[in-house]
């Protein structure tokens, strides 16, 4: 073989290979197709969604993406994302027993005060029973030899304002579980044979006294409620931050990468609003709505970098109508968390699609996005909406949001959302 030959036949060679991995057509343009197809198919509304590569920080699909609409649950995830972002994934919660007056041979001489600082967990939810907590205060008095109260005893809410339900709720909103009301002070979540109590206070107060009766602790004097500060220098007393004087016993709640769980994976608007509540008081000394939505906004802005012109913050559960967000604004939210050091709280926080106990665990079965998406549902009446993350047939990760306002039946709109996930799980390129 001449020279001449031994070069051709090599360059022939090395041209094999190279060949047989010619780039094919670009898939990306026949998923937006399908996407809009399956849009176009599932009846009248009003859309916003965005898809998004997190490995390689191109959109894959847009559709009204800067549309602001309301997000029902979805507003969970900026509710839990600026708690987490504040307050860290180990903060608790404290409810503390303290006295106003002098212990003498077992006797309390004067008022119980039993203060609250927004603990949403003293129920049968993430403790062995709704009154765990309390039985567990009650036994630390009578370690400490306390018998007898000859004053009051006092539940103290001052901790949040007095506005116990949100802003908008409508009178059915109030009547039902969902929308308990939220107090410094939450006995059973603030529900009685499965209704919301008309005032959470002297609820869980009254609930107290009944512990403390059956351990043996007998208080002289009535049961009183207080909205205002009945103790001084009583400052923040989750985390251990500003705690009261010299309380007689303290109960911490579970850590927060545990409360934000709940309120994502089934959706509970107590805790959400907790939490809001929660956000407000840390960031400005004022535990209401108000503060909340103004404190969440902030957070998320400072800390994230999120652009929150499009983000309207009317509660932290999304039960609110005028709640606003954007998907583009919940994907920019996904992406940044993502790429956080709270990720690995954050992202076990969301349900799972055909698995575990949360919302989407009836939903995508028999499809590549079983046990692969993991996303927030959402829906109030003539709203629907779905955002979180997943992967790819190749791996590669995917954030996503769908969010549907005016329909005329939700159901549709599951489907829809059922299929674009099942959809982004075959895709790969």
């Known amino acids: 073989m001449n020279l ?35 849009v176009n198919g599932a009846g009248s509304g009003r859309y ?52 106003d007056g002098e212990v003498r041979d077992g006797v309390l001489e004067g ?12 129920s049968g939810r993430l403790l062995p029973s709704a009154n765990s ?25 001052s901790f949040f304002d007095a506005e116990w339900t949100g802003p908008e709720w409508t009178a059915s909103h109030r009547a039902a579980a969902y929308g308990a009301p939220v107090g410094a002070l939450a006995y059973a979540e603030n529900l009685a044979g499965g209704r919301p109590v008309s005032d959470p206070l002297r609820y869980t107060v009254a609930a107290f006294r009944e512990t403390l009766a059956r351990r043996g602790i007998r ?9 205002q500060p009945s103790v001084s220098r009583v400052g923040f007393a989750g985390a251990q931050r500003n705690a009261p004087p010299r309380p007689l016993a303290v109960h911490l709640s579970p850590p927060l990468r545990d409360i934000i769980r709940v309120t994502n994976q089934v959706s509970h608007n107590g805790f959400a609003e907790a939490l809001l509540k929660t956000v407000g008081r840390v960031a400005s000394g004022t535990g209401s709505f108000a503060e909340g939505c103004r404190a969440t906004r902030v957070v998320l802005a400072q800390t994230l970098g999120l652009d929150t012109a499009r983000l309207g913050v009317t509660d932290g559960s999304g039960l609110s109508r005028s709640n606003r ?7 920019q939210l996904l992406t940044a968390m993502a790429r956080s050091n709270l990720a690995p709280v954050w992202e076990e926080s969301l349900p799972v699609a055909s698995g575990g106990a949360g919302s989407l665990r009836n939903r995508m079965g028999g499809t590549s996005a079983a046990g692969n998406l993991r996303a927030k549902t959402g829906t109030i ?49």
């Open 4 to 38: 001449r030959s031994f070069f051709a036949a090599l360059l022939f060679a090395v041209a094999l290979p190279q060949s047989s991995h010619a780039v094919g057509p670009d898939p990306v343009p026949t998923l937006q197709r399908e996407l809009q197809a399956l």
């Open 48 to 99: 916003g969604m965005l898809v998004v590569s997190l490995d390689r920080g191109d959109t894959l699909f847009a559709l009204g993406a800067d549309r602001p609409l309301a997000p029902a649950s979805n507003m969970k995830l900026f509710t839990t994302a600026a708690a987490l972002l504040l307050l860290g994934p180990e903060f608790r919660y404290s409810t503390y027993l303290l006295a």
């Open 111 to 122: 008022d119980l005060i039993l203060y609250g600082t927004g603990d949403p967990t003293l």
């Open 133 to 157: 907590a309390f039985e567990a205060l009650a036994d630390s008095l009578r370690a400490a030899g306390i018998r007898e109260v000859r004053g009051s005893l006092v539940g103290d809410g």
């Open 219 to 227: 208080v002289v004097g009535g049961t009183r409620t207080v909205t």
């Open 325 to 331: 967000v954007t998907a583009g604004t919940t994907v």
């Open 381 to 429: 009446r003539s709203v629907s909406s779905l955002s979180g993350y997943v992967r790819t047939a190749d791996g590669e990760r995917l954030a996503f949001s769908i969010v549907a306002n005016d329909l005329p039946d939700e159901a549709r709109a599951k489907r829809l959302e059922d299929q674009i996930g099942a959809r982004l799980a075959r895709f790969r390129r």
